[in-house]
T-cell receptor, first 112, second 114 residues
Framework: GESVGLHLPTLSVQEGDNSIINCAYSNSASDYFIWYKQESGKGPQFIIDIRSNMDKRQGQRVTVLLNKTVKHLSLQIAATQPGDSAVYFCADNTGTASKLTFGTGTRLQVTL | DGGITQSPKYLFRKEGQNVTLSCEQNLNHDAMYWYRQDPGQGLRLIYYSQIVNDFQKGDIAEGYSVSREKKESFPLTVTSAQKNPTAFYLC?????????????FGDGTRLSIL
């Protein structure tokens, strides 16, 4: 079946550098995308979302880019901090109003 | 504070036993969801409910049951028919009626087999 996937299972970055986490989706009907952050032993925490009528959306230190042509989205974290260490998931709605499909996640490790 | 409360945080099940995981939300959300998370994997949908007294199977509903008698509550029962229940279970909710809203999650229940 169709799924949301991630290119890299683990990403290691130095404190202060920018991080880029990538995600590929396969359902062309998807029109809503979300990035979540999950710390160990906790539930996913909403970071930022983007609708398919946008290419870019910025939040505090985070930016999501959407490329519908190649079905790809990315999460950019500026000036990565130790507190950013977590697993990051992308999710998409596969065109539905209620359900989400999640990728397997990328672990971000921030080194000092 | 508004949020989603899952209890207990840790749960142990004996062979042949049914166990029930609690999920309560005070966000006034219409839709609620149960997911299962295994190590190194994404979230898989077990059941979801868009309105009180109604629910639908997700991708991996076998061995699980739910009820939605109240808007705030969506308990999940892991039955003895679920042969591999050890996992991290996550409950989520979101507002219906407005398209493209994120789901919000509780902090999960970790279920293990004795």
């Amino acid at each position: 079946g169709e799924s949301v996937g991630l290119h890299l299972p683990t990403l290691s970055v130095q404190e202060g550098d920018n991080s880029i986490i990538n995600c590929a989706y396969s359902n062309s009907a998807s029109d809503y995308f979300i990035w979540y952050k999950q710390e160990s032993g906790k539930g996913p925490q909403f970071i930022i979302d983007i609708r398919s009528n946008m290419d870019k959306r910025q939040g505090q230190r985070v930016t999501v880019l959407l490329n519908k042509t190649v079905k790809h989205l990315s999460l950019q974290i500026a000036a990565t901090q130790p507190g950013d260490s977590a697993v990051y998931f992308c999710a998409d709605n596969t065109g539905t109003a209620s359900k989400l499909t999640f990728g397997t996640g990328t672990r971000l490790q921030v080194t000092l | 504070d508004g949020g989603i409360t899952q209890s207990p945080k840790y749960l142990f099940r004996k062979e042949g036993q049914n166990v029930t995981l609690s999920c309560e939300q005070n966000l006034n959300h219409d839709a609620m969801y149960w997911y299962r998370q295994d190590p190194g994997q994404g979230l898989r949908l077990i059941y979801y409910s868009q309105i009180v007294n109604d629910f639908q199977k997700g991708d991996i509903a076998e061995g699980y049951s739910v009820s939605r008698e109240k808007k705030e509550s969506f308990p999940l029962t892991v039955t003895s028919a679920q042969k591999n229940p050890t996992a991290f279970y996550l409950c989520a909710s979101k507002q219906e009626g407005v398209r493209n809203q994120p789901q919000h999650f509780g902090d999960g229940t970790r279920l293990s087999i004795l």
